[in-house]
């Protein structure tokens, strides 16, 4: 069924990469005080499991909606390299994965795990480095925005180094 601007919504979406969902839990669940975040646990899903396992080398984040390759290339390459390699990716019967945005990769990150910093249970193959993501520096423009998924951390880096490559697409 075709439903005017809802298709080109859809689109969009998954070629930009936006949500309908919203902000995952941090994964802190421990309470140090009043009011922080292991006293409120905000964040989505409100129930249920974060991650899905698809069953196809993907998993579906059901916080964001988005679903990432669930191992990784470990393999390091330049930015424009990882940019061109995750648009001519074609995975899992999917051949609209791009590189992810510095907010998107930081949304698999729980505060509340290190070394590495994100669920292995999902993800049991993250690599103890930076990878790239599609976030151009602001205001050094020949850099772009690196996360660290073992020990979190954001940085920057200069476009012609070598990082890794996180995969991601909008999911179904």
């Given amino acids: 069924m075709t439903i005017p601007g809802y298709n080109a919504f859809i689109k969009n979406a998954r070629k930009y990469g936006f949500s309908l969902y919203g902000i995952p839990k941090s994964g802190q669940i421990t309470e140090y005080a009043d009011g922080d975040d292991g006293h409120y646990k905000k964040g989505y899903?409100?129930?249920?499991?974060?991650?899905?396992?698809?069953?196809?080398?993907?998993i579906t984040d059901n916080a964001t909606g988005l679903m990432w390759v669930k191992n990784p290339t470990l393999t390091k390459m330049t930015w424009l390299n990882a940019l061109a390699y995750c648009e001519a990716l074609n995975y899992a019967g999917h051949d609209d994965w791009r590189l992810a945005n510095a907010d998107e990769l930081l949304s698999l990150i729980d505060y509340g795990r290190n070394a590495p910093a994100i669920d292995t249970n999902f993800f049991p193959n993250p690599g103890s480095d930076w990878y790239w993501t599609a976030t151009t520096y602001h205001g050094a423009t020949a850099q772009a925005v690196i996360i660290n998924m073992w020990s979190p951390g954001l940085s920057n880096n200069t476009k012609t180094y070598t990082q890794h490559v996180w995969p991601v697409r909008l999911g179904e």
Avoid at 48 to 58: H, I, L, S, V
């Fill in 45 to 58: 899903p409100k129930i249920g499991a974060r991650f899905t396992d698809n069953g196809d080398g993907t």
